[in-house]
């Protein structure tokens, strides 16, 4: 089992920032992949960014140039910041952890349990 522990949401203005972080604890070893996801009311979740275990990473068109994901390996940490907030970033952001087991290849996704980020005047 892997956990996953969430923090960094809150309430910002336009064009702030914020940086959401989340640790990972149990059996981490398997994991390959970490990343973000958010969802809106009224939205699917998406994928917002994601970091492999060899450091290669994607983002999302519309966060792309504004957010960077990065890791911390000593702290089995990754983050999530987010620069020139917009309106249309308010979601519930959950943080995501892929684990592949070796001998087979069979994956299985862990989550987080979500955290607020809410971008309004």
């Known amino acids: 089992q892997v956990q996953l522990v969430e923090s960094g949401g809150g309430l910002v203005q336009p064009g702030g920032s914020l940086r959401l972080s989340c640790a990972a604890s149990?059996?981490?070893?398997?994991?390959?992949?970490m990343g973000w996801y958010r969802q809106a009311p009224v939205n699917q979740r998406e994928l917002v960014a994601v970091?492999?275990?060899?450091?290669?990473?994607n983002y999302a068109g519309s966060v792309k140039g504004r957010f960077t994901i990065s890791r911390d390996n000593a702290k089995n940490t990754v983050y999530l910041q987010m620069n020139s907030l917009k309106p249309e970033d308010t979601a519930f952001y959950y943080c995501?952890?892929?684990?592949?087991?070796?001998?087979?290849?069979?994956?299985?996704?862990?989550w987080g349990q979500g955290t607020q980020v809410t971008v309004s005047s």
């Open positions: 995501n952890a892929a684990s592949r087991r070796a001998n087979d290849g069979y994956e299985y996704d862990y």
């Open positions: 970091i492999t275990s060899g450091g290669i990473t």
């Open positions: 149990g059996n981490i070893f398997n994991i390959v992949a």
